[in-house]
Nanobody
Framework: QVQLVESGGGLVQPGGSLRLSCAAS????????MDWYRQAPGNQRELVAT???????NYADSVKGRFTVSRDNTKNTVYLQMNSLKPEDTAVYYC?????????WGQGTQVTVSS
């Protein structure tokens, strides 16, 4: 069983930045494709960003140019740098790790963008 622990959420003003981290409890983290999802109240969970084992990145249109996903395999950690935050980015952010048929989720971290 792999545990994923997110951190770095909080309250930020519009236009501000946050950096989320997701630490994985596995020594084979480098073999996992990693995703960031978010879920706002009343909305379905949506895929925000993906980084594969080879480092390829994909983003939802709503965050392109503002969010950057990265990983450090030496620290078993994936990051989501969020810039130019908007109120509509407010949500609980989850990281997910995929390896074959296995899919693990973190507990989520709240991001609130408000003045």
């Amino acid at each position: 069983q792999v545990q994923l622990v997110e951190s770095g959420g909080g309250l930020v003003q519009p236009g501000g930045s946050l950096r989320l981290s997701c630490a994985a409890s596995t020594s084979v983290f480098r073999f996992y494709d990693m995703d960031w999802y978010r879920q706002a109240p009343g909305n379905q969970r949506e895929l925000v960003a993906t980084i594969t084992t080879s480092g390829s990145r994909n983003y939802a249109d709503s965050v392109k140019g503002r969010f950057t996903v990265s990983r450090d395999n030496t620290k078993n950690t994936v990051y989501l740098q969020m810039n130019s935050l908007k109120p509509e980015d407010t949500a609980v952010y989850y990281c997910s790790g995929r390896l074959g048929l296995k899919n693990y989720w973190g507990q989520g971290t709240q991001v609130t963008v408000s003045s």
